[in-house]
């Protein structure tokens, strides 16, 4: 969200909290500051202490604010929710006057708004509405912004997210207590998604899979846009955790042991040996370096299958002729794309971020700031909504902007 001409977000994750400071430069956001600390108070990705959680961002706020000599107020902020809902919905409308106009803009969302209700939970509120596009009568070719075009008849398709009242409650309640205003709550992997797939990745069928320390949240998209998004309470910590069980080393060591030794495959040529520290013991041990791949690989294994579980169960596997895009910080992993790509058969990335959206120093653009920098570009249509829609209700302004802003 702008403040003067700052954008800010802040990813709530398992294992950090991210705030990211920019500003949009030549159509372009620009990321100047940054910060993060360890998490507390969420659990696979969940909030589950939202006091814990705003007194780190207090924190990360004040060593912005010294850091930087910027103050910020309003953020967009991540949900990751393991009830996510997203509802396909299209809405149509008379246009009585001969072109369109704000009333019957109006009157689409408005309908679009009475179907979401009775179809989503009753625990279940909005947190996102994500046009794909307007048709103008009968033709069926997209139409990005439909206001004063000549039309008799107008309609419109939305993505709207939902998810549980008390876990929404729980983000807000966790920006709101860090003293800062909310300007949007985005799920995790449509906020990561944003700056790493293409609009063609998009039409064709893709799946962004954002893999966390504590949880891994996907969106596929097709035809264009958002169609589903989920969350596996499963995340790269658990890597750690079965490095820890297999070698009986305390979690700081096991991961350490993930990160400077890690990967998914072996690679030809000797095995070599690692020296490592078990719990509550001085003493030195070695390891075998293939032991290590391995217990790392059957770890990403289980997560792929699960992943792949969960697609084939909404019968979206066939569909992503794009493949999978993996970001977060367990995309880090050595070749794990490759591992997902002999199970799979499958293209498969590691995304990365589409520097023409946003600049920032390398080391902010790796994989684990997907969410985190995609949350200031869904800032930055809210900002434009704002600016541009005085006067309407911000569903309005939100929805229109939103979409307008993939056409940068
Ligand atoms: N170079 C690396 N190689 C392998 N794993 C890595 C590497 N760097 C980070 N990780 C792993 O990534 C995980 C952290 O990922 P990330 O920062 O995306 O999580 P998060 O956003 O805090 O949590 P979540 O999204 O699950 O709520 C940790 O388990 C860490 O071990
Ligand atoms: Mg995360």
Redesign the pocket.
């Known amino acids: 969200m702008v403040d003067g001409n700052f954008i800010a977000s802040v ?1 709530i ?4 909290i991210v705030v990211l400071l920019a500003e949009l430069k030549n159509n372009r956001v620009e990321v100047f500051g940054y910060a993060q600390a360890s ?1 507390d108070g ?1 659990r696979c ?1 969940v909030v589950e202490n939202a006091k814990k959680v705003a007194k780190v961002i207090e924190k990360i706020k004040e060593e912005i604010v010294e850091n930087y000599g910027t103050d910020f107020q309003h953020v967009s902020v991540n949900i ?1 929710e393991p009830n996510l809902k997203v509802l396909n919905q299209s809405a149509y409308t008379h246009v009585p006057s001969g072109r369109v106009r704000d009333s019957e803009l109006d009157t689409v969302f408005k309908i679009i708004e009475s179907m979401a209700k009775t179809k989503m939970p009753d625990n279940h509120q909005t947190v996102n509405n994500i046009i794909h596009h307007y048709t103008l009568d009968a033709n069926p070719e997209p139409v990005n912004q439909p206001l004063g075009k000549k039309a008799d008849n107008l309609g419109v398709s939305i993505h709207t997210v939902s998810a549980s009242n008390h876990h929404v409650e729980a983000v807000e309640n966790s920006i709101y207590w860090s003293d800062l205003g909310l300007s949007s709550i985005v799920p ?1 992997s449509m906020a990561s998604s944003e700056p790493c797939l293409t609009q063609d990745e998009k039409d064709k069928g893709v799946c962004l899979v ?1 893999i ?4 891994t949240d996907l969106s596929v998209f097709k035809q264009g846009g958002v169609f589903y998004s989920s969350s596996i309470q499963f ?3 658990q890597v ?1 955790q079965d490095i820890s069980e297999a070698f009986n080393t305390s979690f700081q060591e096991a ?1 350490r042991l ?2 400077e030794y ?1 990967q998914t495959q072996v690679k030809l040529g000797a095995d070599t040996l690692i020296k490592f520290q078990q719990i509550d013991d001085s003493n030195y041990y070695y390891l075998s370096h293939e032991s290590l791949i391995e217990v790392i690989r059957q770890s990403y294994l289980e997560l792929f299958k699960m992943i792949r579980t969960k697609l084939n169960n909404q019968n979206l596997y066939r569909s992503l002729k794009s493949g999978l895009v993996l970001v ?3 995309a ?2 050595t070749d794990c794309d490759k591992l997902m790509h002999s199970l799979y058969k499958k293209k498969v990335k590691v995304g990365r971020i589409n520097t023409e959206l946003i600049s920032a120093k390398y080391e902010w653009l790796g994989p ?1 700031y997907a ?1 985190a920098l995609g949350l200031l570009l869904f800032g930055l249509d809210d900002s434009k909504s704002e600016q541009q829609s005085s006067g309407k209700n911000s569903f309005l302004g939100k929805m229109g902007f939103i979409k307008g802003f993939k056409f940068l």
């Open positions: 990813d994750g398992s294992s950090k998490s969420v990705g990751s995790n954002d966390g320390s504590g949880v995340g790269v910590e750690t991961e993930k990160i890690g977060g910080g367990g880090k992993m684990e969410c």
